[in-house]
């Protein structure tokens, strides 16, 4: 493999336009921990298996191993250290710490928006479409039902009204 | 709408009633609470080792063996070195100048045997995954880019495959100086197996294989060297950041193997990433790495990538085991037999060695019954593979499903309910200290009451008859009952006595502040079990503080007490004793302290009538508030002149805690699996898992349930999903995670977790562990379970990982 030539991209991460220079093979998670020092996003199969590394692109969770940096150049990229945590994001930290849904923690920020994304996607999920929802997340430290607890509380408070209804058309 | 901290599910609950409380004012000990300090874990701000970077750092990177075994005939690194950020090209020559080879063996483990080992292989590498070259560059794609132009020419040798014949005397030899390939072996015999299995109504036997597995912990193995050089060696001052759950055995590791003293090598254990057993070994690229730091003097990080995850970090298991019960014709167990066979790889693992586990399956196999007659023969073998070592659970899990298969098997040629017959031969509840047919010596344990708990929980009678009525309709469903021993909180005699530089013992020391908050320093850290939490809810009921004002701080062999860390299932039973420890004579210090400031030191009797409570002095008879805490530290720490010459408030206790009253503090627990068998497709379902488990006071339930929980999904996972492929010449065959199966979450059942508490005697607090139990019952439960569900045909499997194929084959489907 030799060095290949530089990209210029620009990609709004977590609000914040963000301009660097990348080679085109760069994957995104790379580009977020080493590039732009956001270490929230993990790496634990680098082929799009665990889930650990975990991102939203224009709103739609991918593997961030999985996606090259330069596919993000001119698109949105929220990771969890996201500066303003959507409510329901807050709550899934509130309802993961209170069940005990993280022991190390090394799989909680992909695990976490993988879950935002089913909450906000299947409001109507039960707990057995929680189970296949979170299946493309890897926890090697919880037997995973204190996780499936913790979305299914914070399915609940959406389902009684807790949080403003997702705006038209914004995944 | 609700603030988030507002919702309902954040209301504490308040602790477990029944047992005695520890402390005069308990208010968290037995409660569950949520963990303090893990915000930070979901806004993505923890601090793995991947995480930090340091000034200078390079990256090191390994060229690991691809065969099994090979003679390395030449490295040429010259089109290496011209690569855009290459520092250095190492290769083992280079590194075993600064770091000694290693020979893992313990004094008590008689016999056991092994090579010498190096930090990177000399001439010869001995499996897939073993480092032979390490390259650093200044980034890590760098690194694996310059890795692409380094030209090793190897002769490859015969490889050792199969434990069967790697005995026999065909089969090369992979260390000839040691003579031939047995590491360890090892025979226990009670006496009068053969009248017993003569005599006996009913002989069950069968043979029992469990494939390799692995930890897989999400973040790899890593760390950071940081050689910092003086003028000579010994000026030198080495700082390692590792992944890690032994600080101070890694400290004296570095300090043996690179003849540096003490004060010369500090180990910080951040947040870990899962450990699980696989990151209390001393890798070879650990030294490997520490080695390039002192060529280059600059920091060196190491992180794994999933391949070298799965070729270098231990594997665990990988036993044939030909076992035999014999039983009474109305259910008395006389006797059991085993003969285990397992496979290490080419080296026994440093420093825990690893014939351990072989040892364990003989120590434990029958463990929870009364019989007297046990005969166990064991063989350790090298091979040409991952090395294998202590991984959650080190043996119970074969050993338990080995000793359970057998007792259902035998139950069931008799007619007798598999609950029954477990019932009629454990040890009784109120027959310990009792000493089991192995010699191992039980404290105090409660299988009976467990046995009645789960029967209840999994509503039995309910289960049979629905398996009755499913049958009849072409469905098959089975139950599988796991009885359990686990030992935990070790005494020296695990790893001490034999020479091992592991400490048993773990110390604490708890500070007050000026601000009347406890500061809590544990030679135990935190691998995501709760540690600190429950060293938070100890030290908060000992002292008498509120839990926000109590901080930990652990993984620091420069500030923590000396200690043994994580592993055997000692996190709470050790670590947790010495919190409690220090922490009462905290208390007592400090209520000295308020007696001579309130001027109470006279005629108020030996506590001068005082208490405290929720971090404020109080008057025992009254409760009247007199002094807070914040209070008493102003005055202790910065108005000493106040304060009564001869005086002097002791405001930092340290205490250290060792179990010497047994070898182990043993623990007991039932689980029982509920499946569904497709016996067209071979696939299971797992419809529901039962545990109950006595692991003594229990501190925190919600943090041990889903500990309980995540060791039963491991045990799952070794029973019926994971295993290491090899292929004929010795290369793994599914080094992924997209091809080595790991549980996910829509394959596991909601588990029901219950407690019997059962204190030890042997500690203030009582705790025993419980972080192992779950993977050493899941696996015999679910086994048990599968071949109730195939007893209709006549049918049973016998080798973990029990895949479809597996049971399509024992239905003669196949």
């Known amino acids: 493999m030799t060095t290949q030539a530089l990209h210029r991209i620009q990609v709004h991460i977590n609000g914040t336009p963000t301009t660097r220079t990348v080679e085109p093979r760069r994957h995104l998670v790379d580009f977020l921990r080493e590039d732009c020092g956001l270490k929230g996003s993990h790496l634990g199969c680098e082929h799009g298996v665990c889930g650990a590394c975990t991102v939203r692109l224009d709103g739609e969770i991918v593997r961030g191993c999985l996606v090259l940096a330069v596919q993000a150049d001119g698109r949105r990229v929220d990771t969890v250290e996201t500066a303003t945590p959507s409510p329901r994001l807050r709550a899934l930290q509130d309802a993961f710490i209170a069940r005990n849904a993280l022991q190390c923690g090394y799989c909680t920020p992909g695990m976490l928006l993988a879950a935002l994304d089913l909450v906000e996607q299947r409001p109507g999920a039960d707990r057995e479409t929680v189970r296949a929802g979170i299946s493309g997340n890897y926890c090697r430290c919880t037997g995973y039902q204190a996780i499936v607890d913790a979305v299914c509380d914070v399915l609940a408070l959406q389902r009684a009204g807790h949080f403003e209804p997702m705006p038209q058309g914004v995944a | ?814």
């Not at chain 2, 060529?295 to 990988?318: C, M, N, Q, Y």
């Not at chain 2, 098997?409 to 192995?438: C, H, K, W």
């Not at chain 2, 689980?671 to 797992?686: C, P, W």
């Open chain 2, 1 to 814: 709408m609700n603030s988030p901290r507002d919702l309902p599910f954040l209301k504490d609950a308040p602790p477990a009633a029944g047992l005695d409380p520890v402390t005069d004012d308990a208010c968290h000990i037995g409660a569950s609470r949520p963990r303090t300090g893990v915000r930070r874990l979901t806004e993505g701000r923890g601090q793995f080792v991947d995480d930090i970077e340091l000034p200078r750092m390079v990256h090191v990177v390994f060229w690991r063996s691809p065969v099994a075994h090979a003679r390395i005939v030449r490295i040429d690194s010259s089109a290496v070195r011209e690569r855009e950020g290459v520092v250095g090209v190492f290769t083992g020559h280079d590194v075993a100048r600064l770091c000694k080879p290693w020979v893992a063996t313990l004094a008590h483990l008689a016999g056991i045997k092994s090579a010498p080992e190096y930090a990177l292989a000399l001439d010869r590498a001995h499996w897939q995954g073993e480092p032979v070259v390490a390259i650093a560059a200044e980034t890590r794609v760098q690194a694996e880019d310059a890795l692409q132009h380094l030209i090793v020419e190897w002769d490859e040798l015969p490889a050792v495959l199969d434990t069967e014949t790697a005995l026999d005397a065909g089969t090369p030899v992979i260390h000839p100086e040691l003579g031939d390939n047995l590491c360890f072996e090892r025979t226990l015999d009670t006496g009068g197996v053969d009248d017993a299995f003569a005599g006996a109504d009913a002989v069950f036997e069968d043979t029992y294989v469990f494939g390799r597995h692995t930890g897989v912990t999400l973040e790899p193995r890593c760390q950071i060297a940081d050689w910092r050089p003086g003028r000579a060696v010994a000026d030198g001052h080495l700082t390692v950041y590792h992944s890690q759950q032994a600080p101070h055995m890694m400290q004296d590791l570095y300090c043996r193997q690179f003849t540096l003293a003490e004060a010369q090598v500090r180990v910080i254990c951040r947040d870990v990433g899962g450990s699980f057993g696989i990151k209390v070994h001393a890798y070879p690229d650990d030294f490997a790495t520490v080695a390039v730091s002192m060529l280059l003097g600059r920091p060196v990080k190491f992180v794994a990538d999933r391949l070298e995850s799965f070729t270098s970090d231990i594997h665990a298991r990988e036993h044939r085991i030909t076992a035999r019960i014999a039983a009474s014709a109305n259910g008395d167990i006389a006797a059991f037999e085993i003969d285990d066979l397992t496979g290490i790889g080419p080296f026994s693992m440093f420093p825990r060695t690893s014939g351990i586990e072989g040892n364990q399956v003989v120590n434990l196999t029958g463990g929870p019954y009364k019989h007297k007659h046990y005969r166990a023969a064991l063989k350790v073998v090298f091979q040409n593979k991952v090395p294998t070592c202590q991984y959650r659970g080190v043996g119970h899990p074969i050993a338990c499903a080995v000793t359970e298969a057998l007792v259902d098997g035998v139950a069931r040629q008799l007619g007798i309910d598999p609950f029954e017959m477990r019932l009629r031969n454990v040890i009784p509840d109120d027959a310990y200290p009792a000493t089991g047919a192995s010699g191992i010596k039980l404290e105090v344990l409660s299988h009976e009451a467990c046995l009645r708990r789960a029967r209840a929980l999994c509503n039995y009678d309910a289960l049979r008859a629905d398996q009755a009525t499913l049958r009849a309709k072409g469905v098959y469903r089975g139950i599988g009952i796991a009885t359990l021993i686990e030992l935990t909180n070790p005494s020296a005699a695990f790893y001490g006595v034999g020479g091992a530089r592991i400490a048993s013992q773990d110390g604490a020391t708890l500070r007050l502040e000026p601000s009347g908050v406890v500061t809590v320093l544990s030679s135990v850290g935190e691998q995501g079990q709760g540690t600190e939490a429950i060293y938070t809810q100890i030290a908060a009921d000992a002292v008498g503080v509120a839990l926000e004002h109590v901080r930990v701080i652990t993984g620091d062999t420069d500030t923590t007490p000396y200690g043994g860390g994580t592993w055997a299932s000692r996190g709470a039973g050790i670590g947790g004793e010495a919190v409690l420890l220090a922490g009462l004579v905290l208390r007592e210090n400090i209520l000295k302290t308020a007696a001579v400031i309130l001027k109470r030191d006279r005629g108020e009797g030996a506590d001068a009538g005082l208490r405290l409570r929720s971090g404020t002095v109080v008057d025992a008879a009254t409760g009247e508030v007199l002094l807070p805490l914040a209070e008493l530290g102003r005055i202790a720490y910065f108005r000493s002149d106040t304060l009564p010459k001869g005086f002097t408030p002791e405001l930092m206790v340290t205490r250290h805690y060792a179990q010497r009253d047994y070898p182990f503090i043993f623990t007991n627990g039932v689980q029982v699996s509920h499946v569904e068998v497709d016996v067209d497709t071979g696939f299971v379902k797992l419809l529901g898992h039962w545990a109950v488990e006595d692991c003594g006071r229990v501190i925190n339930p919600m943090l041990v349930d889903e500990q309980i929980r995540g060791a039963i999904v491991q045990g799952i996972g070794g029973a019926l999903f994971e295993e290491c492929l090899y292929n004929e010449q010795g290369g793994l065959a599914n080094g992924s995670l997209a091809d080595y199966l790991v549980p996910m979450a829509a394959e596991m059942p909601d588990i029901v977790v219950a407690h019997v508490q059962t204190p030890t005697q042997s500690s203030k607090l009582g705790a025993k562990g419980a972080g192992e139990a779950g993977t050493a019952g899941a696996p015999a439960a679910v086994m048990n379970a599968i071949n109730d569900a195939l007893a209709p045909f006549g049918a049973r499997v016998a080798s973990q990982p029990i895949t479809p194929e597996k049971i399509l084959r024992a239905l003669g489907r196949l």
